[in-house]
């Protein structure tokens, strides 16, 4: 049933959000997330997806007209990047407090300044508390997979919250990958017709979004939001179990890579993971009981899964690729420590590829020697390594 | 077409009393007589400011319209969100097959400043809506800070009068002239004070085949420190100074002055009834009086003259 196709990751999200039929679409250029709308604006301009393009002024208003959409009762999505996504902060929140399943592309950039195109998390890392479930990917199939799912994650009453579609700039937005297409009817099926409860067009049920919220109810609907997002992992497994029915990838929180015996583990998200696991067989064949866990969700973040998959590791080793200034490690690190909150387990953080810096197998497997002494030396904490970085 | 008092008086006010504005606000006038105007189901819009803050307190809503404010710079970015996805929708028949019209509400700071981008752009991409701004010359929400409407001369909270300071220093900004450089469909400065001329402009612009726009001055007696209850006087006395002219203009370039006082009153007259222009009185001041009114007559001038070459052109070509 599924084609193959060579597909970059933009195009590949571009085909999903066709074939998720969104009414409105709002858009605002910025490298590396160009062409994800270059090609939807083809699909558009081809009648290929019956989508109105609002061509905004900026990403601000790129949200902004989003939640006013999404609000009205349409199915609706932007994309962006990096400074695109700062530019839009204030509205990340609104959106997801005003419980708008709006779906957005987010192609990983590193987070001017110095200006930078090129991939690191920097961008969504500074967002995970706006509200939004973040779900990262690998490679293309799962930017296109993911972008699908996100609907009927975001769309789903138990959750009603945004997605964003976190995928590396250039390492997945610009490289062609076989990408397996599910038919467009098997989609339209799967992600359905968005029936919202409440809307803006419902000019016989007037209804007031926004309003202004003061010390007596505000705490309660934040309460709601940290509910729906409690409520987000099981809506994000089984819509992920439903989609693997449908197209024999099943979508879970998290996957191993050889964790069954793994003693020295590393966690990490996005591209890297597929180099990781390269390292993981090349250190193995050293002696090195090695394994990946691949953490797919970093919002909702999942601690109990994170902690039981972690639970017969010797040493866990942390890779991020952001940093949070004037703490040691970087906000994966922190998650992942904290999961493992209570144990004895040593954590130890890495920091690489920052501004889109190259990653190598050697370099992973380095990393997994290293820590394999560190256990062996009885090291418990010490402070952040960074993975080729040239010494100052 | 006429606006029919008695009729509207039998409508349902749209934005229903009990809400928090002040006494004496005229802000909550310019609502009501916008959305008594509208012929169509609408659905409104607005930025943070003093008309959301008063008409939205959770788990109050002073607006019997659908309603949305999402925050302060972006409320004609919203509301050509909602636009666009009535359009889509309709054609898609997910929604019944009638006129909505679609308004946003702005102060001046969320329009003339802070908003001005999202402005522009709704503007260009020519969504079909009407953009309010009610425009009482300051950031009245957060104290009445100076915004880039507010007159020069008069003191603000950032823009103080003291021992060498005569509040602020620059001339307002023509935001109306501003918006007709886009040339939207329809574009018209009003006041409270005169319901009908307001009122057949909000029908004009709702009608519009494209983005309308309408500055509406709308004196905010906290900022401008003058009495609660004169704010309709003095918004009519803007009027009848020319420093608010009232006119309306039509694409494609089409420019009508709906009011003219039959005799133009010297802005001093207008300026007297504010304590915010109080230091002016003082002899080293009052040479900004002069340069007041100086900018009144020029921006007069320059709309008579519009008009009349505006009017000129249209008869020729027709
Ligand atoms: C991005 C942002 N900056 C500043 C504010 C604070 N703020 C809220 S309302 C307001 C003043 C609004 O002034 P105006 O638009 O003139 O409307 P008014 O209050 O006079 O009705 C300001 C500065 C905000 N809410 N958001």
């Known amino acids: ?120 998390h920097s961008d969504t890392m500074g967002a995970r508390d706006a509200g939004w479930i973040q779900l990262f990917c690998e490679n293309s199939q799962e930017a296109y997979d993911t972008t699908i799912q996100a609907f009927r ?39 359905g017709e968005y029936t919202p409860a409440r809307k803006l067009l419902d000019v016989d049920n007037p209804y007031t979004f926004g309003p202004l919220d003061l010390p007596e109810w505000y705490f309660e609907h934040k309460r709601q939001q940290i509910e729906a997002m409690r409520k987000a992992p099981a809506i994000i497994e089984a819509v992920g179990k439903e989609f693997g029915a449908l197209s024999g990838r099943t979508y879970e929180f998290m996957e ?85 909150y209570g144990g004895t387990t040593p954590v130890l953080p890495f920091v690489y590829g920052l501004g889109g810096r190259d990653i190598r197998v050697e370099q992973i497997a380095q990393a997994y020697r290293t820590l394999d002494e560190a256990a062996k030396r009885g090291v418990k904490e010490r402070d952040v390594e960074f993975i080729g970085l040239r010494d100052a | 077409m006429a606006i029919n008092l008695k009729k509207l008086s039998a409508k349902q006010d749209l934005l229903a009393g009990g809400h928090a504005a002040c006494a004496g606000c005229t802000g909550p006038t310019v609502i009501r007589q916008a959305l008594l105007a509208a012929e169509t189901p609408v659905v409104c819009g607005c ?34 969100g909602v636009e666009t996805a009535f359009r889509a929708l ?29 402005l522009s752009g709704m503007l260009e991409r020519g969504h079909k809506m009407l953009y309010i701004c009610y425009d ?44 007709i450089a886009h040339n939207p469909a329809y574009v018209a400065q009003a006041v409270p004070s005169l319901p009908n001329d307001f009122m057949t402009k909000v029908q004009e612009a709702l009608k519009a085949d494209g983005p309308s726009f309408i500055n509406v001055l709308a ?53 007297k009834l504010q304590g915010r222009f109080k230091h002016l009185e003082e002899p080293r001041n009052r040479h900004i009086i002069d340069e007041l009114q100086a900018e009144v007559d020029r921006k007069w001038n320059e709309l008579l003259a519009m008009e009349a070459a505006t009017q000129a052109a249209q008869s020729k070509a027709g």
């Open chain 1, 256 to 340: 191993g890579y050889r964790m069954e015996d793994a003693e020295v583990v590393l966690v990490a998200l996005g591209s890297t993971c597929g180099t990781a696991r390269e390292a993981v067989d090349v250190v193995r064949e050293s002696g090195i009981k090695a394994g990946l866990l691949k953490l797919r969700a970093f919002r909702p973040f999942p601690i109990a899964r994170v902690r039981s998959a972690l639970s017969k590791a010797r040493v866990v080793g942390v890779f991020d690729r952001s940093v949070s200034f004037g703490i040691e490690g970087g906000p994966l690190y922190h998650e992942v420590r904290s999961s493992l």
């Open chain 2, 219 to 271: 004196p905010c007696h906290r900022g401008w420190r003058c009495k609660p209850d004169t704010g309709i006087e003095i918004a009519q006395l803007a009027v009848e100074t020319c420093f608010w002219p009232l006119f309306k203009w039509e694409r494609p370039g089409r420019l009508t002055i709906t009011y003219k006082p039959k005799e133009k009153r010297p802005v001093a007259e207008w300026i």
């Open chain 1, 153 to 191: 994650i975001a769309e789903h009453p138990d959750v009603l919250l945004p997605v964003m579609i976190c995928y590396d700039g250039f390492i997945i937005s610009h490289t062609n990958e076989p990408v397996a297409m599910l038919d467009d009817a098997v989609v339209a099926k799967f992600v």
């Open chain 1, 1 to 120: 049933m599924s084609k193959l196709i060579s597909l970059t990751g933009n195009d590949a999200a571009a085909h999903a959000l066709r074939q998720s039929r969104p009414d409105v679409a709002a858009a605002y250029p910025i490298t590396p997330q160009t062409e994800l709308m270059h090609k939807f604006a083809e699909f558009v301009a081809n009648g290929q997806v019956d989508t109105d393009m609002i061509l905004v002024e900026s990403e601000h208003s790129a949200m902004s007209a989003a939640i006013g959409s999404s609000a009205a009762g349409a199915r609706t999505f932007t994309a962006t990047s990096a400074n695109g996504m700062a530019l839009m902060w204030e509205m990340l929140y609104i959106a997801a407090s005003s419980r708008l399943p709006i779906v957005m592309p987010e192609v990983n950039r590193a987070l001017s300044g110095p200006i930078n195109i090129h991939c690191d």
């Open chain 2, 136 to 179: 009482n010359e300051a950031y009245m929400n957060t104290g009445i800070q100076r915004s880039s409407a507010t007159p020069k001369g008069a003191e603000t909270t950032t823009a103080q009068a003291g021992s060498v300071k005569a509040g602020k220093d620059q001339n307002r900004k023509d935001l109306t002239a501003i918006v």
């Open chain 2, 47 to 80: 930025a943070t400011g003093c008309m959301e803050v008063t008409t939205t307190l959770y788990p109050f809503t002073s607006w019997r319209t659908p309603f949305i404010h999402s925050a302060f710079e972006n409320s004609a970015a919203t509301m050509s």
């Open chain 2, 90 to 118: 309709r054609r898609k028949g997910r929604v019944p097959d009638r006129e909505i019209g679609f308004i946003a509400f702005g102060g001046d700071g969320g329009t003339y400043d802070i908003g001005l981008q999202s």
